[in-house]
């Protein structure tokens, strides 16, 4: 039957009226969603929310400007030293060799002070012998070709045992670190680690100073290409040997000066293996929970950086929630296989890659 030539079609709903707002704000609030997810660290700082969040309600005394000083110690050392394992990592190296300069350069420290020479020279002295290990780990990797892992394996054993023998195992009081006669510590401590920010502040200024090295400058584009194609970053004209000598100093040098940090921040130096090797695996967790691929070609400094914030929130938020310490490491285990799940899957959704 013919449709008579006067009728008109059903009128259609206005394009503008609350719903198609409503559809709009939510369209946009989702690809906003999308977009943060799929930058290398939403996903961590999805999981660092979330996880601050529990503490938040479950642990009591954790929202407390109190518990926030008591989790800096937790937080800024594994920032320090994650980013400068980042600069190894992206070239698809590792570095262990970082837990003996921790417990090693304190020790120099030591001696160079006991020995009469004034406390920043000693510093800086130490520090330089922790760039000479570093150097030593690039030029047997870069040149010589030995695996990354066999040789800093290697120099964790050799220095951490160094450092036992010029220590006699015996515990020391920091140089520098003691209480004046005004009942406060020194200017040398506060800024060295025993102020209550000052490891957050030199946290914040190395991670800050060190993106900006991997992002803007030539060093950090070289690393990202040597990671991604060490053959093609050679036949491009980039020095190879050179940067990757000049990253292993440099993660050196971020793990001498946390563990001098430490040691003022504690007034002692402790002849402990064990915690510095546990330190150094958390640093490595913290730089690839922040976004950084061990197979190199990839990476970021302020990944690390909210990688340590989240492995400090969870240290911090298990102990005040009174968990047996013989639980610790069990929790942390887990927690950072389901953070590494979160991030693979959305690093896996960013490149439009799936499972085969």
């Known amino acids: 039957m013919a449709v008579a030539s006067g009728s008109s079609a059903p009128a259609e709903a206005p394009s503008g009226g609350p719903a198609s707002t409503r559809r709009a704000l939510g369209g946009g609030a989702s690809k906003l969603l999308r977009s943060f997810l799929t930058l290398r660290e939403g996903s961590?700082?999805?999981?660092?929310?979330?996880?601050?969040?529990?503490?938040?309600?479950?642990?009591?005394?954790?929202?407390?400007g109190a518990n926030f000083k008591t989790l800096l110690p937790y937080f800024a050392p594994f920032a320090i030293l994650a980013a400068g394992e980042v600069f190894v990592m992206i070239l698809g190296?590792?570095?262990?060799?970082?837990?003996?300069m921790y417990l090693f350069a304190p020790f120099v420290y030591y001696k160079l002070a006991s020995a009469g020479i004034p406390l920043v020279p000693s510093v800086i002295l130490a520090l330089m012998v922790c760039m000479a290990v570093g150097f030593a780990n690039g030029f047997f990797v870069a040149v010589i070709g030995i695996n990354s892992f066999v040789t800093t394996l290697a120099m964790l054993f050799t220095f951490e045992g160094l450092a036992l023998i010029i220590s006699h195992g015996t515990p020391v009081a920091t140089p520098g670190a003691g209480i004046t006669n005004g009942g406060h510590i020194s200017t040398f401590a506060k800024i060295f680690g025993g102020g209550v920010y000052s490891e957050l502040i030199w946290a914040l200024a190395i991670v800050v100073i060190l993106q900006i090295v991997l992002t803007f400058s030539r060093w950090g584009v070289y690393t990202v290409a040597i990671g991604s194609n060490k053959l093609g970053a050679a036949e491009a004209g980039v020095r190879v040997r050179l940067v990757m000598i000049r990253n292993f100093v440099l993660c050196s040098l971020t793990a001498g000066l946390v563990g001098i940090f430490e040691a003022v921040r504690a007034a002692s130096v402790q002849p402990d293996p064990a915690g510095a090797n546990e330190i150094l695996f958390l640093a490595v967790a913290a730089g690839v929970i922040g976004g950084t691929l061990l197979t190199g070609g990839s990476g970021t400094v302020v990944g690390a950086l909210i990688g340590a914030l989240f492995l400090g929130i969870l240290k911090d938020g298990l102990i005040l929630q009174g968990v047996n310490a013989n639980y610790l490491l069990f929790y942390t285990g887990l927690a950072i296989i389901v953070a590494m799940t979160v991030n693979v899957n959305v690093q896996r959704a960013r490149r439009g890659t799936h499972r085969g």
């Open 93 to 100: 190296e590792i570095d262990l060799s970082i837990g003996a």
């Open 44 to 64: 961590i700082i999805i999981v660092t929310i979330v996880t601050i969040v529990y503490f938040a309600i479950n642990a009591k005394g954790f929202a407390t």
